[in-house]
């Protein structure tokens, strides 16, 4: 058994998934453009489409999460809500801070019924991620 989490973009995927990589210590795998695609007459991309990302991903704490520019019409944000659980209050902050970088924060870092230190914050792509302390007690 897996979870894996797909968030796909209009078009600035790739973007998106280097600032991730980047925020969560990990790596960008599999890139895939729509112009890395082996033709078929019966699914002709576009020139304007061939940069575009099919595929990528990234392991984030264990889960893999992957990436994509969507051909159809999305709502940014509101369709996914990534959450990061950690017992390291450092890491937190940390990412909490990078996503935030002049974005709009939901929830500040604080603590909850739940956890010792909990936050929302959206992030330059219209992804909202909930972050939390994980101290190993139940609620």
């Not at 968030?7 to 990990?26: L, M, Q, R, W």
């Not at 595929?55 to 809500?81: A, E, R, T």
Request: charged share 25%; net charge negative.
């Amino acid at each position: 058994m897996s979870f894996s989490l797909f968030v796909n973009f209009n078009g600035n995927c790739k973007e998106a998934v280097e600032f991730y990589a980047k925020v969560f210590k990990s790596e960008v795998q599999g890139l895939m453009t729509y112009g890395d695609m082996p033709n078929d007459p019966n699914f002709p991309v576009r020139d304007e489409d061939k940069n575009l990302v099919l595929y990528s991903q990234i392991p984030i704490y264990g889960c893999m999460v992957m990436f994509s520019d969507s051909n159809n019409p999305i709502i940014v944000g509101n369709n996914i809500n990534p959450t990061i659980g950690t017992t390291d209050k450092d890491e937190i902050k940390r990412i909490f801070e990078e996503l935030k970088d002049g974005r709009e924060v939901m929830m500040e870092l604080q603590k909850t019924f739940w956890s010792d230190l909990y936050g929302m914050v959206t992030d330059k792509y219209g992804i909202t991620w909930q972050l939390t302390h994980e101290n190993g007690e139940n609620i």
